[in-house]
């Protein structure tokens, strides 16, 4: 079983729509991170979490440390939301590297 | 702006050939880290520099090494390239280790 575990795998919209994507861990953690990559691109960054809740634009992310679990959301979704989102989490005891979830694949149509 | 530079963006090289990438930043910060990606799998980490500290992940392999002559600039050196390591290198930098902001990639394609 994975440290990070994302859910759904693959997820389809029509443009206009509210999206959650959700992050599981099973470690300790000193900050959770959502990460962006589209279609054979680079990956940029979107929150770094350690508590409660982040908003930038149409994006939220939340963290429940006690339930080890973070959610993205997207209000309004848009084609150009289309892309990988990534879940990846500092442990407590490995502090030098991220343990990445295996992506969720966002397709938004308009 | 503030950023993670790599160069170049597409690289072809041939079986057995060295080739360098090049990684770039205008952040100051401390920490540069060398990712590996192929297909849709999760990046992969291959070694870090804190500082001039150079980590190196267990299973990285020998053929793979890393160069950081500066702040500012980080080099990845693949000594012999095989098909087995075609893929999306990606760089990032953090502050200590912090919050990690990637490079675009750079895409290797071995003949």
């Known amino acids: 079983k994975n440290e990070v575990e994302q859910s759904p795998q693959n997820l389809t919209a029509q443009e206009g729509e509210f999206i959650t994507i959700n992050c599981s861990y099973s470690v300790g953690i000193s900050a959770l991170h959502w990460l962006q990559q589209h279609p054979g691109g680079g990956i940029v960054s979107l929150f770094m979490l350690s508590s409660g809740k982040k908003k930038h634009g149409r994006l939220i992310a939340t963290i429940n440390i006690q339930e080890k679990h973070s959610s993205l959301h997207i209000t309004a979704s848009h084609p150009r939301d289309s892309a990988v989102y990534i879940c990846a989490v500092r442990s407590r005891v490995n502090t030098d590297k991220l343990i990445f979830g295996t992506g969720t694949r966002l397709q938004v149509f308009p | 702006d503030a950023m993670v530079i790599q160069n170049p963006r597409y690289q072809v090289t041939q079986f057995g050939k060295p080739v360098t990438l090049s990684c770039s930043q205008t952040l100051n910060h401390n920490v540069m880290y060398w990712y590996q990606q192929k297909s849709s799998q999760a990046p992969k980490l291959l070694f870090h520099?804190?500082?001039?500290?150079?980590?190196n992940e267990a299973d990285t392999p020998d053929n793979f090494q890393s160069r950081r002559p500066n702040t500012s600039f980080c080099f990845l050196d693949i000594r012999s390239p095989g098909l087995g390591d075609a893929a999306m290198y990606l760089c990032?930098?953090?502050?200590?280790?912090?919050?990690?902001?990637f490079g675009p990639g750079t895409r290797l394609t071995v003949l």
């Open positions: 520099y804190y500082d001039k500290d150079f980590n």
């Open positions: 990032a930098t953090s502050w200590t280790y912090n919050e990690q902001f």
